[in-house]
């Protein structure tokens, strides 16, 4: 019986590419936002993000922690706290509602309630970066956002550079 061989990458070396990627996109802006759900995908984007600018004045990473209600930002929290970087917690509950409340229509299934409430993450992101003249890091992976096409249009697809887009799922997770 064969055996399949996979892929291996050099970590460090991987990380050092992404981490000058973000700094050559940040060129002119004051650094980057990510929106932290306390995933394995924001985590790496996020702690890659705190290197690329660790020796760039004036540029840092903030983290956004979008809960919407009483969702829990646990592991969001703890990830901000772990890198020491600057966050901001907004819960778009009462955004999303407010939308539903125009459009009762528009929720037809679970799955479209969850790309609105994508929609309008990427709306505080993008308003966010501006604000700041920051970049929005996108979280997406390969293996989502190419391979099996699992992103939101104009949701978390809604980025102005995608530092792992390149990377299949269990390089982020190594």
């Known amino acids: ?21 973000i700094r050559e996109k940040s060129e002119g802006m004051s650094g980057g936002v990510v929106g932290l759900s306390g995933g394995v995908d924001s985590t790496v984007v ?13 540029n840092e990473v903030v983290g956004y ?3 919407v209600g009483k969702q829990s930002i646990v592991d969001s929290l703890a990830v901000v706290k772990l890198l020491g970087i600057r966050h901001e917690v907004i819960d778009i509950g009462p955004l ?16 479209e309630r969850g ?14 970066a501006a604000a700041e003249g920051k970049l929005v890091l996108g979280t997406g992976n390969y293996d ?10 104009f949701g978390d697809g ?17």
């Open 1 to 21: 019986m064969k055996t399949i061989q996979l892929k291996e990458i050099n970590h460090s070396e991987v990380t050092g590419k992404i981490a000058e990627f």
């Open 115 to 128: 790309n609105v409430i994508s929609r309008i993450r990427a709306v505080v992101l993008n308003s966010k």
């Open 46 to 58: 996020a702690c890659i993000a705190k290197e690329a600018y660790s020796n760039v004045t004036g």
């Open 96 to 111: 999303v509602e407010a939308y539903f409340a125009l459009q009762p229509k528009a929720v037809y299934s679970t799955h």
């Open 65 to 67: 922690i979008l809960p």
């Open 158 to 174: 809604a980025v102005h550079v995608s530092p792992i887009g390149g990377l299949h799922k269990r390089f982020v997770r190594e």
């Open 144 to 153: 989502e956002d190419v391979c099996i096409g699992y992103y939101t249009l």
